[in-house]
């Protein structure tokens, strides 16, 4: 279970991003955040895994409070999590068996036959088997998530962070990354967080929604209720940022 209390994180003195984010994240749950561009959607994210560091309240992580760990109980605590990154962030000087493996060889004590055998294991998953020499610039967007994905998920993550996996993806290739984010949870039975604007991963692999607005969770709960929400704020945001994608792919969208 992951508790996120009263969280705040300011930046340059000024700029305060998260102004008391309360949510809590049940054992085995799928929840999206949504939210507008650069309403910290991303910073929170960072604060669960302890890449940054909140100016005010806390993040427990079953029970343990991420920014009082010492700095090897936070490496043993990172491992746990699988997390793929807005953007998939691949290193371009590594070959894709390099870039999944970072994880293992950082948290493990693997000889390379396993690192071998995990890689390819995890390749299979995203349906990218046999690709392990290829680097990253020889591959298409969604190749490079899917393989981001995979890194994600090689060392067996108990969470999975998603920030973005859809976002610059042709609806066809969002719908394979959405099946691939349901499958893997299903058989993960793993917790995870999945950053996302688009409405149609909402509707279909999450449990729950949480809306952030002005720094704080705007609101928390099933697609079904924020999708008929008569909220003004929650209507104007689905306005917005639903129609593009669903418009696409021939769905509606109650405005
Ligand atoms: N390390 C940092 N230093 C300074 N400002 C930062 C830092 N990280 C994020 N910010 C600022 O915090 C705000 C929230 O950023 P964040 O990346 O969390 O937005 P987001 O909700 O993920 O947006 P998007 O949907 O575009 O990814 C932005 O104004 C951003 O510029
Ligand atoms: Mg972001």
């Known amino acids: 279970m992951i508790e996120i209390r009263n969280l705040h994180k300011s930046f340059n003195g000024d700029l305060h991003v998260l102004r008391g984010v309360d949510l809590t994240i049940e054992t085995g749950e799928t929840i999206a955040i949504v939210g507008q561009s650069g309403c910290g959607k991303s910073v929170l994210l960072k604060h669960v895994i302890g890449l940054l560091t909140p100016d005010e309240g806390e993040v427990t992580v079953d029970g343990k409070n991420v920014h009082a760990l010492k700095e090897d109980d936070l490496y043993a605590l990172r491992g746990r999590f699988g997390f793929l990154f807005q953007g998939a962030a691949l290193f371009d000087s590594m070959t894709v068996r390099e870039n999944i493996a970072l994880g293992l060889v950082e948290n493990h004590s693997l000889d390379e036959d396993a690192l071998r055998r995990i890689v390819a294991e995890k390749l299979a998953v995203v349906g990218l088997p046999g690709i392990e020499n290829k680097k990253p610039s020889e591959l298409s967007g969604g190749m490079r998530k899917r393989v981001g994905l995979a890194r994600a ?3 067996d993550p108990d969470y999975l ?3 973005e996996p859809t976002t610059g993806l042709d609806p066809v290739m969002s719908d394979q990354i959405d099946a691939l984010i349901a499958k893997i949870t299903e058989q993960l039975n793993a917790t995870s967080i999945v950053v996302t604007h688009d409405m149609f991963s909402v509707y279909n692999i999450v449990h729950r929604v949480a809306m952030m607005h002005e720094g704080r969770i705007y609101f928390a709960g099933t697609p079904e209720a924020f999708q008929s929400s008569d909220d003004p704020v929650i209507r104007d945001f689905i306005r917005r940022f639903g ?7 021939g769905m509606e969208v109650r405005g």
Do not use: M
């Open 153 to 155: 998920l090689a060392t």
């Open 161 to 163: 962070l998603y920030d």
């Open 243 to 249: 129609t593009e994608r669903s418009a696409q792919r």
